[in-house]
């Protein structure tokens, strides 16, 4: 009944920027926290920022200081900002969001299809 989609990926070269987008619809009646994660070619998918239904932010230690996590409910959606990029940033990274609808009498997670990132030379 519900969702999600990331866009905003694609090629950027190290020190870049880029902002991550995802965007949830469908029979919505409330968001909770939302998450980015991320999996890199041969690792196991990680958490890399979360954000609570009140604002509150956290980070993986990798990207603090270098990614900001943002969401808009008016809109539905949910924002990563990534400066500083580095190789290491490479990954495909998932939008994931905790969501109650207005068709079902339980909350559960979402996750997106997923948007690739790659930074290279």
């Known amino acids: 009944q519900v969702q999600l989609v990331e866009s905003g990926g694609g090629l950027v070269q190290p020190g870049g920027s880029l902002r991550l987008s995802c965007v949830a619809s469908?029979?919505?009646?409330?968001?909770?926290?939302m998450a980015w994660f991320r999996q890199a070619p041969g690792m196991q998918r990680e958490s890399v920022a979360s954000?609570?239904?009140?604002?509150?932010?956290t980070y993986a230690d990798s990207v603090k200081g270098r990614f900001t996590i943002s969401r808009d409910n008016a809109k539905n959606t949910v924002y990563l900002q990534m400066e500083n990029l580095k190789p290491e940033d490479t990954a495909v990274y998932y939008c994931?969001?905790?969501?109650?609808?207005?068709?079902?009498?339980?909350?559960?997670?979402?996750w997106g299809p997923g948007t690739q990132v790659t930074v290279s030379s």
């Open positions: 469908g029979s919505i009646r409330s968001m909770y926290a």
């Open positions: 994931n969001a905790f969501i109650s609808s207005t068709v079902a009498d339980y909350s559960r997670d979402y």
């Open positions: 954000i609570t239904s009140g604002g509150t932010s």
